[in-house]
DNA sequence: TGAATAACGTACCGATAAGTATGTTATTCA
DNA sequence: TGAATAACATACTTATCGGTACGTTATTCA
């Protein structure tokens, strides 16, 4: 019984994703998430707790959503090698076409939070390593298919692949001439071999 | 004439640059900073300015130290492939020495304000292109000696390993396995060839 | 040696932070 | 249909934020 909830839990934990996402934790403000989200201060708190459960909700949705994109990024392009030149150069076209670069909402919380706070140190971590299988997966279908070496450490390729996207994905918050990125790109991708 | 200063400029703005590196901009308060620094509060405003011009000047004086740091680093070893392998190890092996990971100065700030400042965005621009500048001279020193192929893309390879480097630095903020990184480096170190 | 001046410590400023108490409105179910 | 209850908006609390006014102490140079 009771009043009805006015409000989409979904709808609002988006927004305050975005909110988190565009500024980190501590430059955003509860009055900066009120006026994002459409509700007020005590829905806030009674729909999603404190300020940092409601940051950890929102990571959440973002890394559950990021993976199963990513996922389907690669495995629905019959070429391995295809499927991460398009991904990687997706990644970087997609942040040079915004005004600003907010880069992703996992790498900023590993930068932000994960060296205080043991919680974000382990879903990041988590989430990272997360998406190495999924690259892992890839290059081994890759090998199966004959597109890559035998040879190849899928593994540690993987990994390989995955620390370079970090780097391309903060190295961008910087601005660098698209050349810079570019050539990056081309350079890893000589890993698939 | 008048009183003469009672602190060492350097000292303070030393303990300054530590505070940030460790915390963030956000995150650090002014009365982090006056305990932290050892002087009160009008110390800080009369001889660095406002919060965020002690920070410029904090992150200054981490960028040009590291600056020099690495071009020695990488100069002082005769074999170029294994001057970049002992540099990469190092960078590990000290993250992981440490109780908890501060990373680098500059790659926080390029997550925290970067996107937010362009201020920011061209400082930690610089340094990146700058440390990458390094990297080439080396890799050119290499392809001169003969230790590397001479078609290699001198260039193109020094902005891949510094993407790489970030991405290194970045990951290990959420404290992956041990063996995760030395991968990592195994793999990307094979780009020089 | 004393007037001028700059660094000092203290104590304050208004603004804003995160979080909550409280009274009102809407919905439910006995 | 009315007592119970949950979501609502408003307004508040305490603490801390970045920044500064002001009176004191130490140094300098005429």
Redesign the interface.
Known sequence: MGRTREFDEEKVLDAAMQLFWE??Y??TSLSDLTSRMGIQRPSIYSAFGDKKELFEAALRKYTMSRASHVRTRLQNNPSVKEAFRTFFEDVVAEEYTES????CFC??T???L???DEKF??L??EH??YLSVIFQETIERGIQSGELETGV?A???S??L???????T??M????KRS?VD??I???L??LK
């Open positions: 500024k980190g501590e430059a600003r670069s907010r880069g790498i900023n590993m930068v932000e994960a060296p205080h140190e382990i990041t971590r990272q390593m450490n593994k540690a390729l990994q390989a995955i620390v370079s996207l970090i780097g391309l903060v190295i918050k910087s601005r660098p810079f050539n990056t081309k350079v890893i000589t890993l």
